[in-house]
């Protein structure tokens, strides 16, 4: 009991310090000094939806003042982007309580939210929301899985492979008949394909549910997205894996595996977390991912609902 409270507490130090000499610094200069146009920023949402109102515009509102001074190329959404039991059609009400009267920036207008589906989409008709596309000039979900590639540079690439994880998870395929009638081999079949397809320097994988993390929900969750999803990106030597569903802050980097585990918090309410096996940094406030990827380094930085910056790192290659 000793050891494991030593390590809680060394833990929760470095935390805290890394909190103090990342708000420190200006989070407009640090992360955009350049603001080149052969670089790619995106936003990172996800758990959008219902719960703290307050909470949810003020994200959405820094997210619209962060547009507006800076280049952003698109908002991925990693799932759940309505929450509560998502939404029953195409006009449902709920598009404009959650989505479009939240996110009302004018420099968020026109930018691109890629989206993919979580678990709470299954709760109501997910086909509406890859038909909102339709609708929407900005909402973007063309598929239940997709991928874009982006240039870097005049030479290099970046591929963004965008998966449905909730069909992958045996637990949801028995809760949800929609995720029990999807054909989970098509899909991991399709992911290996693209992986192995792609020359890029950067690959990058964006789905709801989490390979690694700690979380409150079924043990078997996890090792369903660990067997079936964790040994393709190993295996074609994915650079990150991002994802939602835990509503916290997490980053996990086990020694012995290549790809970084970046866990997007909730953009309304947030849940408690703690350090995991690899967990380089967590934390259990609500906010957003912001990534800038180049051609030799792809940075990150955890947001949380104030507009500070609680963590930052930059990967090179």
Not at 26 to 53: A, C, P, R, W
Not at 117 to 135: E, F, K, M, R
Not at 251 to 260: G, R, W
Request: with cysteine.
């Amino acid at each position: 009991m000793k050891k494991i409270s030593l390590f809680f507490l060394v833990f929760s130090l470095l935390n805290f310090l890394s909190l103090v000499i990342l708000n420190s610094v200006s989070f407009h200069n640090k992360q955009f000094t350049e603001n080149s146009s052969e670089n790619i920023n995106f936003v990172v949402l996800s758990d959008m939806g219902k719960y703290d109102e307050s909470i949810k515009r003020k994200i959405a509102d820094h997210i619209g003042r962060l547009a507006e001074k800076n280049r952003i190329d698109f908002v991925a959404v990693a799932g759940d982007p309505i929450h509560g039991n998502g939404v029953q059609s195409i006009t449902d009400q709920e598009w404009e309580n959650e989505f479009e009267d939240v996110y009302t920036a004018s420099s968020l207008q026109m930018l691109p939210f890629y989206v993919v589906l979580g678990n709470h989409d299954y709760h109501g008709n997910t086909q509406a929301v890859l038909d909102y596309s339709a609708i929407s000039e900005r909402w973007n979900a063309p598929a239940r899985f997709f991928s874009i590639d982006q240039t870097v540079d005049k030479l290099q690439h970046a591929l963004f492979v965008f998966v449905d994880t909730t069909p992958l998870i045996d637990d949801y395929r028995q809760k949800y008949s929609e995720a029990g009638e999807q054909c989970l081999e098509r899909q991991l079949f399709w992911l290996d394909s693209t992986l192995f397809a792609s020359n890029s320097r950067w690959k990058i994988v964006i789905g709801h549910h989490p390979v690694y993390a700690h979380t409150e929900k079924l043990e078997s969750q996890q090792s369903d997205i660990q067997e079936r999803v964790g040994k393709i990106l190993e295996f074609h030597a994915v650079d990150f894996y991002i994802s939602g569903h835990t509503h916290n802050f997490q980053y996990i980097k086990h020694k012995d595996k290549t790809i970084h585990y970046v866990g997007n918090s909730s953009a309304s309410d947030s849940r408690k977390v703690a350090p995991i096996e690899g967990t380089i940094f967590c934390n259990s406030n609500s906010g957003y991912t912001l990534f800038t990827v180049s051609a030799d380094s792809v940075q990150f930085s955890f947001i949380n609902y104030r507009g500070n910056t609680i963590y930052h790192n930059v990967i090179r290659k």
